[in-house]
């Protein structure tokens, strides 16, 4: 079972590090390295928590064996001298559990901060939603401080949290403290029902709509993660001997699925972004095989692998008919023998020949060129407005 817990750990480790890194380098496609934002550089302290947190959890079995100062009996509480290995295993273990839930706390709400930053950038430009930030950032700050408080002081003197005998109480048994676990229970569900709210007003959606896919991933993974810390505390407390592998091994899942969502709507931005460079390159690769308008000739007598190129006839040149139910038709006339392209003229410009053949007038043709460009949305929260150009160039 140990055995398969550290691969478990370490492969989770890896694709924790490589989403992170993933994550980087869509952030700078995206923005560029003097555009960062801060949850950017958080998720590089948060991977470093996350290493801390899987090694301190391997340390738990492989170093000291999965014991500490809970689950016995004051009979051999007395019976255990400090001089017997298992004593420097308890107590060695003890002191690593109060390491990982300083470091699990620290990793959870950084990532908790890591999403509001994110949240922020989001819906600006929605109303009120300043405040909503500023609320929840005032409230990680809190209840960070009271769960880092609680289990610093929450046996005195700090010394008895890896006291043997006498027993010091479970208070003091920090791999399953009742104050420990009924503390990061409640601050943690409390800090990430909030964060889920935050993006969810009726005018924030209106507004973010384009983004709805990142408002349900982000929704359901804080769920999902809600629901892991729940089940963590509960096993913690049920485990009974085994509470100390419990706590770790829980910590290391419940966190690996924290850094996937907090990561993930940058993960769908370079994925985005490779697709549309293989969706260009493709298009690019199709063009060498298309041949220009103006590369057809109309007439003559040339030839092309020793047959008469077919006579060019544009789609929307209809006699005696319009294109798209308007005035104007494309005219191909002899300027096409030379490799000019069609012009488009309205038919009240059109020159007009009497019966003697004289030209009765001859009005100046003016060719408009619109460009219609549109940039669509990041879904990282870095937003694009639409732009359009216009160009028009004239011949008279």
Same mark, same amino acid.
């Not at 890896?14 to 923005?31: H, K, N």
């Not at 801060?38 to 014991?67: C, H, N, P, Q």
């Not at 494309?330 to 490799?339: A, L």
């Given at each position: 079972?140990a055995?398969?817990f ?13 989403v992170?890194?993933?994550?980087w ?6 923005v560029g ?5 801060w949850?950017?550089?958080?998720m590089?302290v948060a991977g470093?928590?996350y290493s ?5 959890a391997?340390?738990?079995g492989?170093r ?11 009979e051999?509480r ?11 295993l308890r107590?060695g273990g ?5 390491c990982?839930w300083m470091?699990?706390?620290s ?10 930053i994110f949240f ?5 430009g929605?109303?009120n ?9 005032v ?10 408080l609680a ?6 003197p700090f010394?008895?949290?890896?006291? #043997?005998?006498?027993d010091?109480?479970? !208070?003091c048994y920090? %791999?399953?403290?009742?104050?420990? $676990?009924? @503390?990061v229970i &409640?601050?943690?569900a409390?800090?990430?029902f909030y964060l889920?709210?935050v ?8 507004q973010?709509l384009t983004?709805k896919w990142?408002?349900? #991933?982000m929704?359901?993974?804080g769920l !999902?993660?809600?629901? %892991?810390?729940?089940?963590?505390? $509960?096993? @913690?407390?049920? &485990?009974?001997?085994?509470?100390a ?7 290391i ?12 709507p940058?993960?769908y931005t ?7 460079l ?11 095989k ?5 590369s057809?000739r109309?007439?003559?007598s040339?030839r092309?692998?020793?047959k008469k190129?077919?006579?060019?006839l544009h789609?929307?040149?209809?006699p005696n008919d319009t294109?798209?139910?308007s ?7 002899s300027?096409?023998e ?5 012009s ?7 020159p007009?020949?009497?019966?003697g ?6 009005s ?8 219609h460009i549109?940039?669509?949305d990041d879904v990282d ?6 732009n359009y150009?216009?160009f ?5």
């Amino acid at each position: 079972m140990a055995g398969n817990f550290i691969a478990e750990a370490f492969s989770l480790l890896a694709i924790g590090i490589i989403v992170i890194a993933l994550r980087w380098v869509s952030r700078l496609m995206t923005v560029g390295f003097t555009h960062l934002a801060w949850d950017d550089y958080l998720m590089i302290v948060a991977g470093g928590l996350y290493s801390a947190e899987t090694a301190l959890a391997y340390y738990v079995g492989a170093r000291w064996k999965a014991f500490a100062n809970n689950s016995m009996t004051p009979e051999a509480r007395a019976a255990l001298k400090p001089d017997d290995p298992e004593y420097a295993l308890r107590v060695g273990g003890s002191k690593n559990q109060i390491c990982g839930w300083m470091v699990y706390t620290s990793l959870l709400w950084t990532l908790k901060t890591c999403m509001l930053i994110f949240f922020s950038r989001l819906t600006i430009g929605v109303n009120n939603m300043k405040i909503r930030i500023r609320i929840g950032a005032v409230l990680l700050a809190v209840t960070y401080v009271a769960t880092i408080l609680a289990i610093l002081l929450g046996c005195r003197p700090f010394h008895r949290q890896w006291q #043997i005998y006498p027993d010091p109480g479970n !208070l003091c048994y920090p %791999a399953i403290s009742v104050l420990n $676990v009924g @503390i990061v229970i &409640a601050l943690n569900a409390t800090t990430d029902f909030y964060l889920m709210s935050v993006p969810l007003p009726a005018s924030a959606l209106l507004q973010i709509l384009t983004k709805k896919w990142v408002l349900s #991933i982000m929704f359901s993974g804080g769920l !999902l993660v809600t629901a %892991a810390g729940i089940l963590r505390c $509960v096993l @913690i407390l049920t &485990a009974g001997a085994s509470g100390a592998a419990q706590a770790g091994q829980w910590a290391i899942r419940e966190t690996f699925i924290a850094v996937i969502v907090g990561n993930l709507p940058m993960l769908y931005t370079l994925w985005q972004r490779l697709a549309q460079l293989g969706t260009n390159s493709f298009s690019r690769s199709s063009d060498k095989k298309s041949y220009p308008l103006g590369s057809y000739r109309t007439g003559g007598s040339s030839r092309l692998g020793g047959k008469k190129p077919k006579k060019f006839l544009h789609p929307l040149s209809v006699p005696n008919d319009t294109a798209m139910d308007s005035d104007e038709r494309i005219v191909v006339d002899s300027k096409q023998e030379s490799g000019m392209p069609p012009s488009v003229v309205s038919n009240d410009t059109l020159p007009a020949y009497g019966s003697g053949g004289g030209r009765q007038h001859d009005s100046s043709i003016r060719v408009q060129t619109d460009l219609h460009i549109e940039s669509s949305d990041d879904v990282d929260g870095e937003g694009r407005k639409n732009n359009y150009h216009r160009f028009s160039d004239s011949m008279g």
